[in-house]
């Protein structure tokens, strides 16, 4: 399971609804599947994502999960079900293990070992003395942008979703870690995860599908090698 789709959804925020932010948007992406919402800034693609989440309602048209619509959804099922990792990942002042448990209450240390070492941050988290047991946040360890974005794609891992959404989400990675992280979202992948990644650039490339947002709109989409001629 994991079927998204959007159907010409439009959408205007409720401080501005003389701004109509979607206009008309129809996405499909199947259980399973891997697509990129790609566009410059502002185009629309993290109010694709907050829709997704549910923290507005659309304007007009549908989103629908596996065929039912969004708003029949119990709130709790539904973000169970979703894993977000953003751009900006706050993680809460407790142990580094605490922050990627909370993908699965209850995960065993050697679960989130695992997760982490998916994410490609357990070389980190294994070069602090304390280990998972490091405390993060304002009483702790001060980790980088890249280092909370691991954490948090550990914790999305832990959390194995029906649907997972990178926001920009591998922003502050290096090319090497973007390589490894993309590795980790195969396996997933296998495991039936349906991923969206939004992202500013066109440089994804084991998607299934991209879609090119301008404006509020779905300017192109096609495979990577259909957009081949597509420049940012
Ligand atoms: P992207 O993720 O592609 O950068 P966004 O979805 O964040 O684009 O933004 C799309 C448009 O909606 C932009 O014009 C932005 O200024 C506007 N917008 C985003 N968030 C809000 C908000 N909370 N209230 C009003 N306008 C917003
Ligand atoms: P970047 O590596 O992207 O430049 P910074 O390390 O400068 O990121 O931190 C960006 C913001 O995240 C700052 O407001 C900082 O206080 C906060 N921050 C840094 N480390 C943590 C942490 N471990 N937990 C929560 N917030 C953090």
Same mark, same amino acid.
């Given at each position: 399971h994991g079927h998204v789709q959007f159907k010409d959804v439009r959408f205007s925020y409720p401080s501005r609804t003389d701004v109509a932010v979607l206009k008309g948007i129809s996405i499909d992406v199947a259980a399973g599947r891997k697509i990129a919402l790609v566009g410059q800034s502002g185009a629309g693609k993290s109010t694709i994502v907050q829709l997704l989440m549910r923290y507005y309602q659309v304007g007009s048209g549908q989103i629908t999960v596996d065929g039912r619509d969004l708003s029949n959804f119990n709130i709790t099922e539904l973000r169970r079900n979703i894993a977000v990792v953003p751009q900006e990942v706050m993680l809460f002042g407790g142990t580094i293990l605490e922050n990627i448990q909370y993908g699965k209450p209850g995960a065993t240390e050697a679960e989130v070992r695992e997760a982490a070492r998916k994410a490609n941050a357990l070389d980190f988290i294994e070069s602090?003395?304390?280990? +998972?047991q490091t405390v993060v946040g304002e009483r702790g360890v001060k980790l980088s942008g890249g280092q909370r974005q691991r954490i948090a794609i550990a914790r999305a891992i832990l959390k194995n979703p029906a649907i997972l959404i990178l926001d920009e989400a591998t922003s502050s990675l290096d090319a090497e870690s973007e390589r490894l992280v993309q590795e980790a979202l195969d396996e997933l992948m296998q495991n039936r995860t349906t991923i969206i990644i939004a992202h500013? +650039?066109?440089?994804?490339?084991?998607?299934d599908r991209i879609y090119v947002m301008r404006e509020g709109q779905v300017a192109e989409q096609g495979t990577h090698d259909e957009l081949a001629a597509y420049e940012d």
């Open positions: 602090f003395p304390e280990g +998972l500013r +650039l066109a440089t994804i490339r084991k998607v």
